[in-house]
C-alpha cells in the first residue's frame, strides 16, 4: 500500500499570495498526478507527471504548474492566488498506469 | 460531458442486506475501471478494479460486474456493514489509449447503511 502525505491539511490565505501545497510518496512510484476536487462534485486530473523532469496537464485546465525533481516529491505552486482556486487538492500515486493510483488525504484551500 | 456518470447521488440500505452501485460510462476507449470510497476528510481509498477483458472481480464482500456492451458497471456490496457508509467514487481509465494518464471519476453515490 502506498504512502502519500499531504501538506498543509487546510489552508486558508489571502488573495494575491503565492501557495505550494506539498506531496510526497514513499514507495517509489514513477507515476504521479493532481486532481481537484469541488463539493459533490467528481475529481478532476489537473497535473500528472511519469517520473522525474515530466510533468504534463491534466483534463481541466488549471492555473496551477507543477514539478518534478525526485521522484517522491510532486510539489503544485499557485503564483498568485484567487478566490476561484478555493477547492481541495488531491495528490495520487501508482506504479504503472494499469494499477490502482493511491491518494493522500488531500488539502482544503480556501482563497479569501 | 460526464463520461462517467453515477445516476444516485445517495442510497440507503439496511445492516446486513446487499448494496449495490451503479456507474455508466460513454467512453469507448475505457478499458481499466476502479471503486473507491471516501469518508469525509480523507482522500478517496481504493477498493476494487477490473480490467475490460473481464466481466466480473470479487474481493471479500465486494464484487464489481462490468457490461462492456451497455458500457455499465456495478459495485456489490454483501453483507452491508455500518462502517460501508461513505461516498463511492467510480472511475475509469484508457490505459492503452495513450492520452493524458488519469482517471476520469463520476461524481459519487453517498452509501448509508441503516441500523
Known amino acids: 500500500e502506498a504512502d502519500i502525505y499531504q501538506t498543509p491539511r487546510y489552508l486558508v490565505i489571502g488573495t494575491g499570495k503565492k501557495i505550494t501545497l506539498e506531496c510526497s510518496q514513499t514507495m517509489g512510484h514513477d507515476k504521479m498526478y493532481w486532481y481537484q476536487q469541488d463539493p459533490g462534485m467528481e475529481l478532476h486530473l489537473i497535473h500528472y507527471s511519469y517520473g522525474v523532469n515530466s510533468t504534463e496537464k491534466g483534463d481541466l485546465s488549471s492555473e496551477s504548474t507543477v514539478s518534478r525533481i525526485r521522484t517522491e516529491h510532486f510539489p503544485l505552486t499557485l503564483e498568485s492566488a484567487r478566490p476561484s482556486h478555493t477547492s481541495q487538492y488531491l495528490c495520487?500515486?501508482?506504479?504503472?498506469?494499469?494499477?490502482?493510483?493511491?491518494f493522500g488525504d488531500g488539502t482544503r484551500l480556501s482563497i479569501l | 460531458d460526464q463520461q462517467v456518470k453515477q445516476n444516485s447521488p445517495s442510497l440507503s440500505v439496511q445492516e446486513g442486506r446487499i448494496s449495490i452501485l451503479n456507474c455508466d460510462y460513454t467512453n469507448s476507449m475505457f478499458d481499466y475501471f476502479l471503486w473507491y470510497k471516501k469518508y469525509p476528510a480523507e482522500g478517496p481509498t481504493f477498493l476494487i478494479s477490473i480490467s475490460s477483458i473481464k466481466d466480473k472481480n470479487e474481493d471479500g464482500r465486494f464484487t464489481v460486474f462490468l457490461n462492456k456492451s451497455a458500457k455499465h458497471l456495478s459495485l456489490h456490496i454483501v453483507p452491508s456493514q455500518p462502517g460501508d457508509s461513505a461516498v463511492y467514487f467510480c472511475?475509469?481509465?484508457?490505459?492503452?489509449?495513450?492520452?493524458?494518464?488519469?482517471?476520469?471519476f463520476g461524481k459519487g453515490t453517498h452509501l448509508i447503511i441503516q441500523p
Open positions: 495520487a500515486s501508482s506504479v504503472s498506469s494499469n494499477q490502482p493510483q493511491h
Open positions: 472511475a475509469a481509465s484508457a490505459v492503452r489509449g495513450g492520452g493524458a494518464d488519469g482517471l476520469t
